[in-house]
């Protein structure tokens, strides 16, 4: 199947590693012309040549905190400025913390929102105006499935993912007469280093073995196992291309068909 993405050219936030890494990689080897953004720098231009090595593409790396107006501005500036347009922004870019609600201070909240929760909203904005000139393009979201599954551990993430999905819903139905298509995948657990990390804390946490604890974890699933950060970018791709051209306003989660409930 022919996605018709080559020469694309296509945002990722958050691709210096784990799922926005594996979908700037997916973009990449569907020949989309593949822009790279995080904050770290190092990280983000080590990411780029190892997707340079295994697709034969030639990524793109803008280091920029897109917690920061400035900084969303700046890095849509440049990628437009290099290439004339975007056609495609996938907004991966942060992670927010949990805790205990009684307990997490002020601060954290505002922080991890500025990044997830206004980091998306201000770069589809910046887009967006780009994208109207330009007869069209994509957004994709990448909202977790907390959007859906309240955890008390979890609020700060849950709002915020809950948010985006009515922001997604939202801005389709401002962005459709311009040809602007904007959707969401929603992933539950993926094998991220995040997602290591997280699973060895709580691993002690619960008296486990990791490779005890991962395997519980896991027999949660239908399938019996989580998700690959593949299976999110092979889904990422597809919403991109000229494949999925009636496809806008919706939230496709991927989970393995964890989620209980008739409303996915």
């Known amino acids: 199947m022919d996605l018709e993405l080559k020469d694309k050219i296509a945002l990722v936030t958050g691709a210096s590693r784990g799922i926005g890494r594996a979908i700037a990689r997916g973009l990449a080897a569907e020949g989309a012309r593949v822009v790279l953004c995080a904050r770290d720098k190092a990280t983000l231009e080590t990411a780029a040549a190892e997707i340079a090595r295994e697709t034969r593409a030639e990524p793109v790396s803008v280091a920029g905190d897109l917690s920061r107006l400035e900084d969303v501005e700046r890095v849509v500036r440049e ?17 927010i913390r949990g805790g205990d609600f009684f307990t997490i201070p002020d601060a ?29 393009g994509r957004i994709i979201n990448i909202v977790g499935a907390a959007a859906r599954n309240p955890s008390a551990g979890y609020l700060p993430g849950g709002v915020a993912n809950a948010g985006l999905v009515n922001f997604t819903k939202g801005l389709a139905d401002l962005a459709a007469p311009h040809g602007i298509l904007v959707t969401a995948v929603s992933p539950a657990a993926t094998a991220t280093e995040r997602w290591e990390r997280l699973m060895a804390q709580q ?62």
């Open 203 to 264: 691993a002690t946490v619960s008296g486990k073995s990791l490779e005890e604890y991962r395997a519980e974890v896991a027999r949660t699933y239908p399938l019996r196992r989580i998700a690959r950060p593949e299976d999110v970018a092979d889904l990422v791709c597809f919403l991109a291309s000229a494949r999925a051209s009636f496809l806008t306003g919706i939230c496709i989660t991927v989970d393995g068909g964890a989620t209980r409930g008739v409303y996915l």
């Open 79 to 95: 990628v437009h400025g290099r290439f004339g347009r975007i056609d495609i922004l996938v907004n991966n870019a942060g992670a």
């Open 108 to 136: 954290q909240w505002a922080d991890d929102w500025s990044l997830k929760l206004l980091g998306y909203i201000r770069m589809a904005r910046a887009v967006v105006d780009l994208m109207r000139t330009q007869g069209g």
